[in-house]
């Protein structure tokens, strides 16, 4: 059960939130870090008497143990110490504060409805106390969903977003978004934009995890609604409307948020279809060609390209790739060095193999001034299409081009692929046993000969790693067992795990040892008699 400070901190304390405010809110990408705390201002405790402070500290303790233990009855008792100070001091100029800390133990204790009437007193009494009656009015309304009523929760939202002092303290970025977020679940998409702005321009320094969030769904919103020149108008800083580091930022925030949109499509509380997604990304596709200048007069007319690459083949445009691709050949051509060209060619074939371009992969590896790091780049074109006999014949040919290091790298990589794609496992162990860097090709060896299905070889070399190497002892001795339980030999398997447990007590193979005793119906004690392997 979450407190009400976690729900004040958190981005989704408000009930559950609806699939599609879920969609917009994961926009923001993390939890918020920021986080909110009762406190009484230096200024404030010393205006105190030692007799006022006294009893204040006793109350305030209590809160702060109770807080660890999250009892409600030691809630309880703090607010009855905070209630016990207003009754002594009743005259004393902290009781705004001390009303509400009643209040928030009582929240805390789950006795909400004392709680609301408690918040209540605050804000008739103590109204322009800011600093406590703002929270008293935010935490009113979390009572009220907490209780189930959303209708008077989301009043009190709207209270405070509308109060002009009460809508600048630090909770009210949470109660506005919470009550925008409400808006765009009912439909009322242009009033829910209105106070995810509001959330931005209130809160842009003051917390600025809200801030960010609700920015990057007006930034969304505006995405969908393929609106990008009233997009760029709204996060242009006037003041720097002429600067052009700042106006590719402005690019490169709007290019991070339709990137996350991608991830969580959304169009007005629902699913985006693919066609409209599209059409979406073909209208910030063209936005973003506008914005070409900024790049030029940063000199960053490479990030420019990659951008302008993917855009293009998220939308389709196959011309607009090639122009991209051009551009950025381009570009690297004029590199200085070979070694400095090759390792930009290396980047550019790695994006365009994840991207399956293979056509334009294979055209650009013929750049490359670096024959191995070409041939190595041929392989891993190979291996992403699974074409597994051209990776063997490229892999043995880079063994024979004179790199020592890359003719290792080949070695082991046509290893692990005899192993796990060609399933030609005795060519795989001879290599495995010409590499020869135990446990790890010790283990590769054991698992090609279990697959061939030559048990009694795969136990022989799990007793080796057990053996000649500690830190894997525990684990080759539980792969052991596990090898007699697959065969059904459990007389064999239980005894092994007895054995496990006792010779490796503190290891994680001892408690699956222990799980696979408890599906035998096994007693998981041990004796001094039990047999030993």
Sequence with gaps: MSTPRERANSSTFHRAWPAAILAVALLAGTLHA????????????????MFERAQYDKALNLFRGAE???QPKVFESAATEFNKYRVQFPDSPVVPHVLF????????????????????????????????????????????????????????????????????????????????????????????????????ADF??????????????????????????AMDEWLVNPDARDNAKHRKAVVEYALEVLSRIDRHPLKLGEIATPERRVEDRKAFFEYFKSRVEWYKQTDDLWTYHIHY????????????????????????????????????????????VANREFELAQVVIGYMKNRVLAAWKVYELHARQEKWAECDKQLQGIEKMGDEAYASRALAA????????????????????????????????QDCQ???????????????????????????????AWYMHQAGEDKTAVAMARRIMKVYPKSQ????????????????GLRETDEEF
């Design 101 to 200: 800390m009643e209040a928030y133990s009582q929240h805390y204790a789950k006795n909400r409805h004392t709680a609301i009437k408690l918040y209540q007193e605050v804000l008739d009494y103590f109204a322009h106390d800011v600093p406590d009656a703002a929270p008293a009015l935010y935490f009113m309304g979390q009572a009220h969903f907490d209780n189930g009523d959303t209708a008077k929760g989301l009043a009190v939202m709207k209270a405070m977003a509308d109060h002009e002092e009460y809508r600048k303290h630090w909770l009210a970025a949470g109660a506005v978004r919470t009550l925008a977020d409400h808006k765009w679940k009912t439909g009322e998409y242009d009033v829910a934009v209105h106070y995810w702005k509001q959330v931005v």
């Design 309 to 352: 690459w993917d855009l293009a083949r998220g939308t389709g445009d196959k011309a607009g790739v090639q122009k991209a691709v051009d551009e950025i050949v381009k570009i690297v051509k004029a590199i200085a060095g070979d070694e400095a060209r090759d390792a930009k060619w290396n980047w550019v074939v790695d994006r365009m």
């Design 68 to 70: 660890k233990q999250r």
């Design 450 to 480: 279990y697959r061939m299905k030559k048990v009694d070889e795969a136990m022989r070399t799990l007793q080796e790693i057990e053996t000649m190497f500690p830190p894997d002892a525990s684990r080759a001795a539980w792969q052991q």
């Design 34 to 49: 920021q986080t909110w705390t009762p406190s009484l201002s230096a200024e404030r405790y010393k205006a105190l008497t």
């Design 509 to 524: 193979e001892s408690s699956r040892a222990h799980q696979l005793l408890e599906k035998y119906g096994v007693d998981t």
């Design 204 to 229: 842009a320094s003051a917390n600025r995890d809200e801030a960010r969030s609700a920015k990057d769904s007006v930034t969304a919103w505006y995405i969908n609604q393929q609106n990008c020149s």
């Design 414 to 445: 046509r290893a692990h692929l005899y192993h796990h794609y060609m399933g030609r496992y005795e060519e795989a162990i001879k290599l495995y046993r010409t590499i020869g860097k135990p446990p790890g090709t010790l283990w590769a060896i």
